[in-house]
């Protein structure tokens, strides 16, 4: 049966690399469930896409024109326009498979947010790597992937989210609980994703521990470890502790919720290695908002994600109702 829900995918490519796979993928998809591109590539990339993709896909242009992020620039197009209450939101390096969308858009039944839980797929060396990251995540509380199942309506309630924020993940799950929607972890949902290129993983490590700003307990661990290690470089004792200390907390990661089944045996031992990166850049990461913010995108993005204190402040209490009805309009053209 076809689902009745909106699947959008904010794209903004600069080449067209990978368009194969993703036209493969896109063409399945469209025979399950509605399917809205938000295209912000360049003219000419735009016009090879509307050649390339189905024809059951379609294809828009971005709406809005401010916000520094381009990929919330995209959802708010896509959620403005989606025919259906449901919407699934997806990276364009995020592939379900039917169960996996199914669950997500089950899960919406009683929840106005729902989080799976991503996988990469295939596993070159540094998606190894930044599976040390994902374990660690689900160990201490869970991890952000690419994807979202969400309510239109309290998105059309809250007036979209920030798009001046860097951690978009962070910021759309806080104005969701801000304005009294549930989130649900589906830890066990997992969706697969085709790493970076290695190139792109290289050019993300300080822009993701920027991230970390916007969460100042876990930043303020992320920091203490690099000095931790200085302190201890003559004791290697003590640091083999804390390197199977970290392990043995990824492998923990990996466990919850089915991961068995999913990830590596091998995988956790990536993590102390994830761990030191982290450290380093996040680091990295305060130089920059000393400096006004990280690089994204051609400019300067200073706010990480706003203080769920300060989102609830701005949303009026009694949020969206569980069962909301079809809504009449789309998000206010300036994004909120």
């Not at 828009?60 to 995209?74: F, I």
């Not at 995020?94 to 947010?113: E, Q, T």
């Not at 989210?161 to 962070?170: A, H, I, R, T």
């Not at 521990?209 to 004791?235: C, F, G």
Request: include cysteine.
């Amino acid at each position: 049966m076809r689902l009745a829900a909106e699947y959008v995918l904010p794209l903004r490519w600069s080449d067209d690399d990978a368009i194969g796979d993703l036209t493969d993928y896109l063409g399945e998809l469209a025979g399950w469930i509605d399917v809205t591109v938000v295209d912000g590539s360049d003219a000419p990339l735009f016009a090879a896409h509307a050649r390339a993709f189905p024809g059951l896909v379609r294809h828009v242009r971005p709406a809005l024109a401010h916000g520094a992020n381009g990929k919330v620039r995209g959802v708010l197009t896509g959620v403005a326009v989606a025919r259906h209450e449901r919407i699934v939101l997806a990276d364009d390096d995020v592939r379900y498979d039917r169960a996996g969308l199914d669950a997500v858009v089950s899960a919406l039944a009683d929840a106005h947010l729902v989080a799976p839980q991503n996988v990469f797929d295939p596993l070159p060396w540094h998606a190894r790597w930044d599976t040390g990251r994902t374990l660690l995540n689900r160990a201490f509380h869970r991890d952000y992937s690419g994807t979202y199942g969400i309510r239109r309506s309290v998105l059309e309630r809250t007036g979209g989210y920030d798009p001046d924020c860097l951690f978009e993940n962070l910021e759309l799950e806080r104005t969701v609980r801000a304005a009294g929607g549930v989130v649900r972890l589906r830890r066990d949902v997992f969706v697969a994703r085709r790493p970076p290129t290695l190139s792109h993983f290289l050019g993300q490590r300080v822009r993701q521990a920027y991230d970390s700003l916007a969460q100042p307990p876990r930043l303020l661990l992320e920091l203490t470890l690099l000095p931790t290690i200085v302190a201890l470089r003559r004791r290697r004792g003590v640091l083999l502790l804390i390197a199977l200390g970290v392990v043995a907390a990824a492998e923990g990661g990996r466990r919850r919720a089915g991961g068995r089944g999913v990830f590596r045996p091998s995988a956790a031992l990536w993590a102390p290695v994830w761990a030191i990166e982290r450290s380093v850049t996040s680091w990295i990461a305060v130089g920059a908002r000393v400096r006004g913010g990280v690089r994204y995108a051609g400019t300067r993005v200073a706010r990480a994600a706003t203080p769920l204190r300060v989102l609830r402040r701005r949303h009026s209490p009694g949020g969206p109702s569980r069962n909301a009805g079809p809504v009449k309009s789309g998000i206010a053209a300036d994004g909120g």
